[in-house]
């Protein structure tokens, strides 16, 4: 029995075959034969790019609430300094 060779295909080629299917009016299926892969490849790779793209999307929504976050603490150490300030300035003013 013959050992089959595995093809190694590259993100941009997956991405270029996932990207003609949605791009055009060809059928998974025609765009396989095109390229010369099965068409289970191209439905794998599309559905492989999706989740990427959905845990990308929550990344950057965490990455965006982080930023928030770090601006809004910045803030708040400022207003604590000046607080500290003025309370040590009214401390020894009272004496």
């Known amino acids: 029995m013959k050992k089959r060779n595995r093809r190694d295909f590259t993100p941009e080629f ?4 996932v990207r003609m299917v949605e791009e055009s009016d060809k059928t998974i299926a025609a765009v396989s034969r095109e390229l010369g892969i099965g068409g289970n490849l191209i439905a794998r790779w599309r559905r492989e790019f999706a989740t990427q793209d959905i845990e990308a999307s929550r990344f950057d929504d965490k990455d965006a609430e982080i930023r ?13 300094d000046i607080v500290k300030k003025a309370a ?8």
Request: net charge positive.
């Open 14 to 17: 997956k991405r270029e075959a």
């Open 68 to 80: 928030r976050l770090q601006a809004e603490l910045r803030d708040l150490k400022e207003d604590h």
């Open 88 to 95: 040590a300035y009214f401390a020894k003013n009272s004496r």
